[in-house]
């Protein structure tokens, strides 16, 4: 199976920022829509943001609207998650995700996952 990395995450502090990418391997995210999802200790998947392969469409959970922007870079199979504003609650592992063209919010949209990336938002 195919697997997605996902880097940048680190400890930051609140109202600060931080760049997530996500790179696959040459040609397997074409024609996909790309997700991030966020896991924090105890507490379930959580959808936070999707793209489809133009980059035309964009979705984003409530939470984070306004601060985080979601986009991508088809050419070097690269996703990215720029997270402005910080806050506590934005702490969790985030990962990144690849699958049908058309997105959703839901884990089971997504065929392909990366390990993960830790957000820790200090106050």
């Known amino acids: 199976q195919v697997q997605l990395v996902e880097s940048g995450g680190g400890l930051v502090q609140a109202g600060g920022s931080l760049r997530l990418s996500c790179v696959g391997s040459?040609?397997?995210?074409?024609?996909?829509?790309m997700a991030w999802f966020r896991q924090a200790p105890g507490k379930e998947r959580e959808f936070v943001a999707s793209?489809?392969?133009?980059?035309?469409?964009?979705d984003y959970t409530d939470s984070v609207k306004g601060r985080f922007d979601i986009s991508r870079d088809n050419a070097k199979n690269t996703g990215y998650l720029q997270l402005n504003s910080l806050k506590s609650d934005d702490t969790a592992v985030y990962y990144c995700?690849?699958?049908?063209?058309?997105?959703?919010?839901?884990?089971?949209?997504?065929?392909?996952w990366g390990q993960g990336t830790q957000v820790t938002v200090s106050s």
């Open positions: 995700a690849a699958g049908k063209a058309f997105g959703g919010r839901s884990p089971t949209d997504y065929h392909w």
């Open positions: 040459v040609g397997t995210i074409e024609s996909y829509a």
């Open positions: 793209i489809i392969w133009s980059s035309r469409l964009k």
